[in-house]
C-alpha cells in the first residue's frame, strides 16, 4: 500500500468532495443498503478482525472483541437502518403567527464529507460506529485507525475496500504524523476518539478550518457506592467493567467512593468476583494484555508511585503467577486511600488498576467529583432514592449507569459524549444522525403575505401591528 503524505489526503478529500457534489445525497434506498453491507461484511470478517486485534494486543479475549467491537457495530446498523426513515424525514414546524400563513420545515441533509479519527482500545467499534452514523447520514467518509493496532487498521482498510468505492468509503494508515495531518484537513465534520490531552491538539487544529468536531474524550469515571447499597453487588459488577478489556475503556470505572469503614469489606468483595472472572491470568484467553510496552510501562509507574506515596497496595493474582511485564499481562490492583498527589488520581488509569476511597458523607462524596474535571461516565450503586436524585442534580458527566457499569453505551437510543474535558457533541442512534446532518430551515411563503403590512410607507396599520408584535 502506498505510503500517506499530506498531498495524498488532500487528494483523496478532493475526490470524495468531489463525488459528493456530482451525486448528491444518496437515497433512502441507498443509505439502508450501505448499512446492510457494512453489516454482513462486519460479521462475514468477523473471525479475521478477532485475530487482527488479538494479535496487536499480545492477547484480547476473543470473546470481548466480539461482545464489544463487533456486535455494537452490527446493532448500530441494524437500528439506524429500522429508524432511518423517521430520521430523514422533513419535520414540519409552525413558523410563526407573524409570518402567517407561511409554512416552515427542517430538512435534514448531509454534511459531505466526514473524517473519523479511532483509537486502539476498541479499534473496530469506534471506527465503524460513527461510520454507520455518517453513511445513515447520507455522507462520504474518511476514516485514520491507531497505529497501535495495525493488523486491524489493515483488516479494516482492506474490508471496506471491497465494500466501498474509494470516493464514498476510504481508509488512511499511518502513524501520528499522518494523524496530525489528516485532522489538519478541511472536512465537513471530524469526530475523533482519544485522549483529553490529544483532543486539544485536534481541536486546534481543526479551528485552522473551522471544522465542527465531535470530541469523545475521557476522564476519571466515579463510582460511587452509596451507604445502604448491596456491597457484594456493586464489588461484582465494578470488578465486570473495571476488567472489561483489562481496563483499557475509556467508559470504565476510574476510582471508587464508597462510606467509610466499608473499605475492607470491599476488597473482600472485589477480590473474590476477580478470582471468579480470572481464576488465572497468565495462559487465561479471557484475561486480556496491556496493549503495548510503553502502556504496561505507564501502568506499573502509576503503581510504584503509589507504593512510593505509602498507598496499600492489593494485587489479585489468584494462581500466583506473578506475570512477566514481556507477557504485558497486569494482575487486577487496587490502591486503597491514595493521596490526591499521586499520579494514580491526577491520570486516567486506563487499565486493571482500580483507586478505591472512603468518604465521610454522601455530600463529601459529590463535592470530590464536583472539585475534578467532569468525567465521560458517572456510576452509581445503591437505591433509587434522595441519593440518586442528588448526584444526579449535582454532578455533571457524560452519561451515567445506575447499579451496572458501561451500559449505557451500548444504548443506541441514548447518546454518547461527554461535557467539558470529556468530550464536545454526541453520537449513536439518531444523536449520531443528528451531528452529521444539517437542519436546513426552509421557509415557504404562500401567496398571501403578511409581510406587505411591514414595509414603506409606513403608518396607523405599521403602527398598530408593531404594538401587537411588542407586547409582552
Excluded at 454534511?111 to 473496530?124: A, D, E, H, Q
Aim: overall charge neutral; some cysteine.
Amino acid at each position: 500500500m502506498a505510503v500517506e503524505t499530506a498531498e495524498s489526503l488532500a487528494s483523496r478529500l478532493a475526490l470524495q468532495q468531489r463525488a459528493f457534489l456530482r451525486d448528491g445525497p444518496p437515497s433512502f434506498t441507498q443509505r439502508r443498503d450501505n448499512l446492510k453491507r457494512l453489516a454482513h461484511a462486519v460479521k462475514a470478517c468477523a473471525d479475521q478482525l478477532v485475530q487482527a486485534v488479538s494479535a496487536d494486543f499480545g492477547q484480547r479475549s476473543r470473546h470481548e472483541t466480539l461482545m464489544a467491537d463487533i456486535f455494537p457495530v452490527i446493532a448500530a446498523a441494524r437500528h439506524a437502518r429500522f429508524h432511518l426513515w423517521r430520521w430523514m424525514r422533513p419535520q414540519r414546524v409552525w413558523p410563526g403567527l407573524e409570518l402567517a400563513p407561511s409554512r416552515a420545515r427542517l430538512l435534514p441533509q448531509p454534511l459531505g464529507v466526514v473524517g473519523i479519527v479511532s483509537p486502539w482500545n476498541y479499534p473496530i467499534n469506534l471506527a465503524l460506529a460513527p461510520l454507520v452514523a455518517a453513511l445513515a447520514a447520507g455522507n462520504r467518509a474518511m476514516i485514520k485507525p491507531s497505529e497501535l493496532t495495525p493488523r486491524t487498521a489493515e483488516t479494516l482498510a482492506e474490508m471496506l475496500g471491497g465494500l466501498f468505492p474509494e470516493e464514498e468509503v476510504a481508509v488512511v494508515l499511518g502513524g501520528a504524523d499522518i494523524g496530525a495531518a489528516f485532522c489538519e484537513l478541511p472536512f465537513d465534520h471530524l469526530l475523533f476518539t482519544g485522549s483529553t490531552e490529544v483532543g486539544r491538539k485536534v481541536l486546534a487544529a481543526t479551528a485552522q478550518n473551522l471544522t465542527p468536531v465531535t470530541l469523545e474524550l475521557g476522564g476519571k469515571s466515579p463510582c460511587v457506592i452509596a451507604p445502604d447499597a448491596d456491597l457484594t453487588q456493586a464489588a461484582a459488577r465494578i470488578a465486570i467493567g473495571k476488567l472489561l478489556n483489562a481496563g483499557q475503556t475509556c467508559i470504565a470505572p476510574d476510582y471508587v467512593l464508597l462510606p467509610a469503614g466499608k473499605t475492607q469489606d470491599f476488597v473482600r468483595h472485589f477480590t473474590e468476583a476477580a478470582t471468579a472472572l480470572y481464576p488465572s491470568l497468565l495462559a487465561n484467553p479471557d484475561y486480556t494484555s496491556i496493549v503495548s510496552d510503553a502502556h504496561y510501562a505507564r501502568l506499573a509507574g502509576l503503581i510504584e508511585d503509589a507504593r512510593q506515596g505509602g498507598a496499600e497496595i492489593v494485587v489479585i493474582d489468584p494462581a500466583r503467577e506473578q506475570p512477566p511485564p514481556t507477557s504485558r499481562k497486569l494482575a487486577p490492583t487496587l490502591i486503597l486511600n491514595p493521596g490526591d498527589h499521586l499520579r494514580s488520581m491526577q491520570e486516567e488509569v486506563f487499565g486493571p488498576i482500580l483507586p478505591v476511597l472512603d468518604y465521610q458523607s454522601f455530600d463529601a462524596a459529590l463535592d470530590f467529583i464536583n472539585a475534578r474535571p467532569r468525567p465521560l461516565a458517572l456510576y452509581y450503586f445503591g437505591p433509587e432514592d434522595l441519593n440518586l436524585r442528588k448526584l444526579l442534580a449535582r454532578t455533571r458527566a457524560g452519561g451515567v449507569t445506575v447499579n451496572e457499569t458501561i451500559s449505557h453505551f451500548i444504548a443506541e437510543n441514548l447518546p454518547f459524549g461527554g461535557v467539558g474535558p470529556s468530550g464536545m457533541g454526541a453520537y449513536h442512534g439518531e444523536a449520531g444522525f443528528r451531528a452529521f446532518s444539517h437542519a436546513k430551515p426552509v421557509l415557504l411563503q404562500s401567496r398571501l403575505n403578511s409581510r406587505i403590512l411591514l414595509r414603506p410607507p409606513y403608518g396607523k396599520v405599521t403602527e398598530m401591528l408593531l404594538r401587537f408584535m411588542l407586547r409582552g
